[in-house]
């Protein structure tokens, strides 16, 4: 008997799920955090800080504060997740405050949704979350295109328990097919009376409404320092079912986030010298270094990311050691591009060597995130 006549024999219905790649989320798993495995004072700025592909977006002026790590404390089949805790309370939250944890997704890889046509898409999103609480927080998926989005709550306990939340299709608002940001799937956190003042729509898509986003009775992170968010294996899939999360070899992920976010040369990795390219004098002052990119970036205009100090690199040429403080990023493309001194140098137009970090601090990174 085929597999499709025993599920209609058991009164199950096939779903039409999409052969290939099926989760539409890059690092669900939180294997990737190619920036830093934890960093401690967030919470006063919005930015990619640990994880790849996660970013945590906040507004106006809160004084909560919290700590974000990749740690070891999976469910099963997860040796990792991230974890929020906080460390500075917030219990006076001014109307514009808000914390969310956000995947930004560019519109050209949202074209199977078929959003905005007569044969949309659903979408389920599941995830495994804990906390070391009860709480009440709201997964959204917001159009940037057409300014509307959808929302839905989840509850936390203090054991890992995977949530399944299928928003149904749209037939309103077409996703741009270009690699800007299209849609963001987004967990909030936290909210001030901005978001929360209005009334929640519950699982319908509509005009998206900041008074609406958080309104009902939802948790703060940021109401006691001993509260904690933990979440790993993200799925986001075409349909209405959720299907066992896709987990994909650790290389394939670390070359899925090397579109956004590329760490080239970093001397932390080993405590030692780390090549970054063969640099050359163009001039007795410029000292020049070409560099490929792993992946073809996101933009043609990735921006330069370095850890600046005194001697953090050198090059070495014919005997010598020439050190360098500061970089500039100079003609650039979606796969490589030019970096130069930015001071110290001083040599032989002509002359080459090899260009590397030389302090445990120094690292060179390609940033092109959404």
């Known amino acids: ?5 025993e599920l209609a024999k058991a009164g199950e219905t096939l779903t039409n799920q999409p052969s290939g790649r099926k989760n539409i989320v890059t690092n669900g798993a939180m ?7 934890s960093e401690t004072g967030l919470g006063a700025a919005t930015g990619y800080f640990t994880l790849d592909r996660w970013s945590m977006r906040e507004g106006a002026a809160s004084a909560g504060r919290f700590t974000m790590a990749q740690v070891a404390d999976g469910p099963s089949g997860f040796a990792k997740c991230l974890k929020l805790t906080t460390t500075t309370a917030d219990t006076s939250i001014a109307a514009g405050e808000f914390l969310f944890l956000s995947q930004r997704f560019e519109g050209q890889d949202l074209q199977q949704l078929k959003k905005g046509t007569s044969d949309a898409e659903s979408v389920t999103v599941s995830f495994y979350v804990k906390g070391n609480a009860a709480a009440t927080y709201v997964c959204e998926l917001s159009d940037a295109d057409n300014d509307r989005s959808i929302t839905q709550a989840f509850t936390v306990t203090t054991d890992w328990v995977k949530k399944t939340l299928t928003f149904p299709s749209d037939t309103t608002g077409a996703l741009n097919d ?4 299209s849609l963001q799937l987004i967990f909030w956190l936290h909210g001030g009376s901005t978001y929360t003042s209005g009334t929640f729509s519950d699982n319908t898509w509509t005009s998206e409404t900041s008074a609406n986003r958080y309104a009902g009775s939802r948790t703060s992170i940021f109401d006691a320092t001993s509260r904690t968010f933990f979440i790993t294996g993200v799925q986001m899939e ?3 079912q959720a299907t066992p999360f896709e987990h994909r070899s650790f290389g394939e992920e670390l070359a899925l986030c090397q579109r956004y976010y590329y760490r080239h040369a970093d001397h932390s990795e080993n405590s030692a010298n780390s090549t970054i390219g ?3 004098y163009y001039s007795s002052s410029v000292m020049m270094v070409d560099v490929k990119f792993r992946q073809s970036m996101r933009t043609s205009t990735p921006t330069l990311e370095f850890a600046s100090g005194s001697n953090y ?6 005997g010598a050691t020439d050190g ?3 970089f500039v990023i100079g003609a650039r493309g979606t796969n490589g591009c030019k970096i130069e001194n930015a001071d ?4 032989t137009a002509g002359k080459a060597g090899v260009m590397m970090t030389d302090n445990d601090d120094a690292y060179i990174a390609f940033d092109a995130e959404l």
């Not at 008997?1 to 006549?5: D, Y």
């Not at 294997?31 to 495995?37: C, G, H, Y």
């Not at 270009?178 to 940001?181: G, S």
Request: charged fraction near 20%.
């Open 238 to 240: 075409i349909g209405s």
């Open 31 to 37: 294997q990737v955090a190619q920036r830093s495995a």
């Open 313 to 318: 690199y050198i090059l070495q040429r014919d």
């Open 178 to 181: 270009d690699n800007a940001l």
């Open 278 to 280: 063969i640099g050359f």
């Open 344 to 347: 110290e140098a001083s040599g």
């Open 324 to 326: 360098v403080n500061d």
């Open 1 to 5: 008997m085929s597999k499709a006549a």
